[in-house]
């Protein structure tokens, strides 16, 4: 016991729980990879959607009647198997059918489709990675070609040249130290140059043209033929014929 009655162990200040410095947090999230390319995210939402879907909803938009005349023919579903409507790239596996309600995700089909969109996105993954490595290589290639700063390694002090595909560089952040000849005071500056990507922001994609389905009545001559203007047009009974320029030359002649 102390003279003011307390123990000396409570003397020792408590640590507090302190948390992970900045620079880990941004290492780790480095550390999760690259980001995903927009073509990936699609196929990664697709298989998603084929894996989770019921597949008895109609899409929202009312899918697409062109019969791939406008838009390119569906690698997944190209006929359906309950009407055999020709469907579009717009028509998307994991609705059913615009026309009849046609699923197209029982069990078999489910699983063949899973399959296809696993596949695809391999060679996405594979393909975008030996883009990234020859793009590497070719850096690497190019760092003798141009001088590098001291201390910089990899592909970090190769100059690149300006134009369509340069990349921003990261922030930069530096100290300023001032010193104030009344006070003689010593001030520290912090500033961050945040770099100014000079590519233009890329335009919103345009949502493509969709075919509307077909007129439920057909359109045909309800009333019968007149026997005595058996040419006349009955679709269209107020079409006038009017003869060509010469035409009227030669009769008036």
Avoid at 132 to 148: C, D, L, Q, S, V
Wanted: proline share 11%; charged share 25%; hydrophobic share 25%.
């Amino acid at each position: 016991w102390t003279s003011s009655g307390s123990l000396t162990s409570d003397r020792i200040p408590t640590r507090q729980p302190t948390t992970a410095p900045a620079k880990q947090q941004a290492k780790r999230k480095n550390q999760a990879g690259p980001l995903k390319s927009k073509a990936v995210s699609a196929l990664e939402t697709r298989l998603h959607n084929v894996e989770y879907a019921s597949g008895k909803e109609k899409e929202p938009k009312g899918g697409c009647f062109c019969l791939a005349r406008e838009h390119g023919l569906s690698t997944y579903v190209p006929l359906c198997y309950g009407c055999g409507l020709v469907l579009c790239n717009l028509n998307l596996p994991h609705y059913a059918c615009p026309h009849c309600g046609e699923s197209f995700l029982d069990n078999t089909r489910r699983s063949a489709l899973v399959a296809q969109i696993l596949e695809e996105l391999r060679g996405q993954v594979a393909k975008e990675e030996e883009e990234r490595n020859r793009a590497i290589e070719e850096a690497r290639k190019a760092e003798g070609a141009f001088p590098m700063l001291p201390g910089a390694s990899g592909t970090q002090g190769v100059r690149r040249p300006a134009g369509k595909g340069t990349a921003t560089s990261p922030q930069s952040s530096h100290k300023v130290l001032s010193l104030n000849s009344t006070t003689k005071k010593v001030t520290i500056s912090s500033y961050t140059n945040t770099p100014i990507s000079s590519r233009p922001p890329s335009p919103a994609p345009e949502e493509p043209r969709r075919i509307p389905p077909p007129p439920r009545e057909i359109s045909y001559v309800k009333q019968p033929p007149d026997p005595e203007h058996s040419w006349k047009n009955m679709q269209f009974p107020d079409l006038q014929y009017i003869p060509p320029s010469e035409d009227l030359n030669t009769h008036s002649g």
